[in-house]
């Protein structure tokens, strides 16, 4: 539902002309991917184990973009070991930070989201019923019910 109701928004926010929609937008536009992360994790409605790796991922992108705002607002860029702290800030928050929190919830939930021995049994069971249901017909025919 977010990822829905986002997508107006960013582009009420690029086409305003206003700071506070211009923020919006881009807030909006760095949570996109973890959005839809929630949309392709989700199952029947839920995250399960995958929500507070979701919300602080979300957490991450939204304060990222949002200093990065700031910092461009700025008049000057502060230097931060030789870097610009905008160039740090988003290395750090829309990188680093997303890399080690998405590895670890993948590492955290791989069983969850593996094939297990039952449903290779489920599959090869279901594969050995149609192909003896595929090799009745090709020996008898179609029958009527």
Avoid: C
């Avoid at 928004?9 to 839809?36: K, M, R, S």
């Amino acid at each position: 539902m977010a990822l829905a109701a986002s997508s107006p928004l960013i582009l009420l926010g690029l086409f305003v002309d206003h700071a506070a929609a211009a923020w919006l937008a881009t807030v909006l536009i760095a949570l996109q991917p973890a959005l839809l992360i929630a949309v392709g994790a989700g199952r029947e409605g839920r995250l399960g184990p995958l929500a507070a790796a979701v919300s602080a991922l979300i957490g991450i992108l939204a304060i990222t973009s949002l200093l990065l705002l700031w910092l461009s607002a700025r008049e000057t860029s502060p230097l931060a070991a030789g870097f610009p702290a905008s160039f740090l800030v988003a290395l750090g928050g829309f990188w680093l930070l997303p890399l080690i929190l998405t590895s670890v919830a993948y590492v955290a939930t791989f069983e969850r989201f593996s094939l297990r021995e039952e449903d290779l049994d489920t599959i090869r069971r279901i594969r050995d019923q149609q192909r003896s249901e595929r090799q009745r017909l090709e020996k008898n025919g179609p029958t009527e019910s």
